[in-house]
């Protein structure tokens, strides 16, 4: 709890912790996972300050390499290092890196142990993302760090290659679409805040919330950051809007702050 206390001062003394001998970077959030396919990723939520506002018009081809996971839902203005080490995808990987750098990654639907090492079924809707940094490991493997840049829908796989390929169209939020109404963002961060209390990586989250961030950097990064299941992420990811991103997102804090059998009322705002 110790930690979460720390997060709730930082909110109310509107405090930024910065990086030691760098007095205008904030520290970036950094969230570890690992998966029973022995890869593992790290979230960095930002990785610099006002991060998420300097993408440039980048061109996403057409027909891009899809990378189907089982528990990993990519989004837009997010950042998601990987290892890459199975041999079609250190291919996709090389393939990428020697043309347009962009990979799509999609979330795999139930039932796809039975044939992962073939084609299991996936979700259609997915994100694509940009290889800003390639480390290639001495034995082959690699290190990657995705840009998330679109989110994209699958029109037609491709079986051209050892790894899948997809013909995409491309799903951005419009203008319009991106904005949050101003009473929606305001319950949106103090439901976060409420539920980080709970959380022993809250100081990070509460770090990142006091960053100047846009409507949908801060709904997609929250998206991507809070502890939702797969399929939840995927919900969120599959929203026509971004008010009903937010909204869905909403809705799922409150479930799980039912699920803790926490008070809905109180705040930090």
Same mark, same amino acid.
């Given at each position: 709890m110790r930690s979460a206390q720390r997060a709730r001062a930082l909110i109310l003394a509107d405090e930024t912790p910065k990086v030691q001998g760098s007095p205008t970077t904030t520290l970036p959030l950094k969230?570890?996972?690992w998966t029973t396919f022995g890869y593992?990723?790290?979230m960095d939520v930002s990785p610099q300050p006002g991060f998420g506002d300097n993408l440039e018009p980048i061109r996403i081809p057409s027909v891009i390499p899809v990378f189907p996971l089982p528990n990993v839902v990519f989004f837009p203005r997010t950042y998601l290092p990987l290892h890459i080490f199975e041999t079609r995808y250190r291919r996709m990987v090389r393939d990428a890196a020697a043309s347009h750098q962009m990979i799509g990654m999609v979330l795999l639907k139930e039932g796809w142990e039975t044939d992962y090492e073939g084609t299991p079924p996936i979700f259609p809707i997915g994100a694509v993302g940009r290889m800003v940094t390639v480390?290639?490991?001495s034995d082959g493997r690699f290190n990657v760090l995705l840009? @998330?840049?679109s989110r994209f829908e699958i029109q037609e796989e491709l079986?051209? $290659?050892s790894y899948r390929q997809g013909q995409i169209k491309l799903t951005n939020f419009t203008t319009s679409e991106a904005k949050l109404p101003s009473d929606v963002r305001t319950e949106l961060v103090k439901m976060? @805040?409420?539920f980080l209390l709970t959380r022993e990586d809250g100081v990070a989250l509460a770090t990142f919330l006091k960053q100047p961030l846009d409507d949908e950097a801060l709904v997609q990064n929250l998206s991507f950051a809070m502890d939702f299941t797969p399929l939840e992420k995927q919900f969120l990811l599959e929203a026509d809007s971004l008010v009903?991103?937010?909204?869905?997102?909403?809705?799922?804090?409150?479930?799980?702050?039912? $699920?803790?059998? $926490?008070?809905?009322?109180?705040?930090?705002?």
């Open positions: 969230l570890t996972w593992r990723y790290r480390q290639a490991l840009q @998330g840049l079986g051209c $290659e976060v @805040g409420n009903q991103q937010a909204r869905r997102l909403l809705d799922l804090l409150q479930f799980k702050r039912y $699920e803790l059998n $926490e008070p809905t009322g109180g705040g930090w705002g």
